[in-house]
Each structure stands twice: as C-alpha cells, then as structure tokens.
Nanobody, 123 residues
Framework: QVQLVESGGGLVQAGGSLRLSCAAS????????MGWFRQAPGKEREFVAA????????YSADSVKGRFTISKNNAKNTVVLQMNSLKPEDTAVYYC????????????????WGQGTQVTVSS
C-alpha cells in the first residue's frame, strides 16, 4: 500500500532551522505533485510547498517564501522540506502529501497523506 512517512520534526528556537523528510513508497509517483501541508491547533490545514515528481514545477505559500525550500531525491523516493528562519507561527503538525498533477493544492484534492510530524518553534 502507499505510504508517506515523515521524519525530522522537533523543537527549535525562533530563527533556527529544521529539515523534514518524507519517504514515499507503494506506487510510482510519476505524474504526481508531492508536497507539505501544516495544521496548527484550532486552525485549518494549509498548503506550505509542493514539487512535481519531475522536479520541473515548485510551488510555495507566500508565508514561507524565502525561508522554506522543497526538494526531491528520485533515487531515494524522498521529498525534503528545508525550513530556515523559523518563526513561532510556523508551529504546527506538518503533513507530507501527494496528489495528481493538474489539480489544486488544497486538502480535499490530496490523495495520499502521511501521519504528520510536529514542529514547535519557541520564541
């Protein structure tokens, strides 16, 4: 079965960095967009960043542009989110996601989800 397994979350001070990884397995993801969403307590799940499996297209939310970088390693079937200059408002559970290319990057159009990893940024 398809699995998206996140790792790399944790506690960091404001201004610090974290690197999240998502290991994808169970099918070929060619034609898919791999991405990250996050959900803070009491808030809706929101889009963070995404990359096409071919690597030709990258998308990111305005709130993380210039701070977060998404990349992909096809040989290892992993997607990485490098998060720099972290802010307390980045605190959330971060979810790896996969959806067919051509759709909207919104939660209800995501086909596969990981279990989530907690990121906590202290002030």
């Amino acid at each position: 079965q398809v699995q998206l397994v996140e790792s790399g979350g944790g506690l960091v001070q404001a201004g610090g960095s974290l690197r999240l990884s998502c290991a994808a397995s169970g099918r070929t993801f060619s034609g898919y967009v791999m991405g990250w969403f996050r959900q803070a307590p009491g808030k809706e799940r929101e889009f963070v960043a995404a990359i096409s499996w071919s690597g030709g297209s990258i998308y990111s939310a305005d709130s993380v542009k210039g701070r977060f970088t998404i990349s992909k390693n096809n040989a290892k079937n992993t997607v990485v989110l490098q998060m720099n200059s972290l802010k307390p408002e980045d605190t959330a559970v971060y979810y790896c996601s996969a959806a067919p290319e051509g759709g909207r990057l919104v939660p209800n159009e995501i086909v596969y989800w990981g279990q989530g990893t907690q990121v906590t940024v202290s002030s």
